[in-house]
């Protein structure tokens, strides 16, 4: 455990989800009874007490979750849009739910609330109704599937043909929803096909692999003018004002908001762009 960690949960800086996934992360293994006992000196309902409970709950789980990220959850080599791909083909056949989100704990129900939470700050930003959207970084297709039934349409592209593959699995019988496989590059669709892109935690692969000025010229094509952009989670370089300077910059686009944290069990930052005229 890293006292850090348990501080900001036990402040509520952060949210236990998102403490016991960073314990996870840490590379030592999760010890709920040592958890247990320290958080049993909080109040009751107390965040790091959640913590504890999820810790518990979720032993044979977090263990497994250890053990994959043991093995690696950043990309590297050559060609990092390659090894991003073989990443998440990996965890799509493994881990999936751990996969797009990993502060679910690899747990449905808790995926369930976070995406949840998810739609509503989308909603709350832009109108969805009738509109055709890009999912940008699909994963299993836990957002498309949620939005869909109100939106006109939506697409969701991702790298992983393991990740396109479980969101068509998935989304079986809904409607208005499809999946596509990207490579990184041009994306299949065309001029203004879309009033609104989202891309949840995909963008800092793209930074990482140093294409991010590509999309970005993909996305302003893509988009009709006038379409928003959200991103949550620029990048992962841990520097937010660099990343509000390349937002702010994006050609093509204007900044609506910026640096936003409307999650409160997600740690996500959220921007949102508008295609312009």
Known sequence: MTEEVLRACAAGQISPQIAVARLVLSGSAVDAQALAARAGLEPAGSPLRV?????????????????????????????????????FDRL????????????SLG?????????????AVVRAWVPIDGRAVLDFGSGIG??????APDAGRVVGVD???????????????????????TDGGVLPFADGSFDLAI??????????????????AEMARVLRP??????FNWSYRGDDAADAREAEGAPGFELVRSRERPFAIWDGVGYHLRRLP
């Open 199 to 216: 891309a949840v935690d995909s963008f800092p692969y793209l930074v990482r692999a140093g294409v991010l000025a590509v999309q970005m």
């Open 51 to 87: 913590a504890a409970a999820l810790a518990a709950d979720h032993a044979p789980r977090l263990a497994r979750l250890g053990r994959i990220a043991a093995d690696g959850l950043d990309p590297e080599g050559p060609d990092l849009l390659a090894a991003t791909a073989a990443l």
């Open 159 to 181: 790298i992983s043909a393991g990740m396109v593959e479980q969101a068509r699995e998935r989304a079986a019988g809904s409607v208005n929803v499809a999946f596509e496989a």
């Open 107 to 119: 747990d449905p129900a808790l995926l369930a609330a976070a995406t949840a939470e998810l739609v």
């Open 226 to 231: 006038g379409g928003d952009l959200l991103v």
């Open 92 to 103: 799509a056949a493994v881990e999936p739910e751990a996969a797009v989100a990993f502060y």
């Open 142 to 147: 836990r957002l498309a599937t949620a939005l």
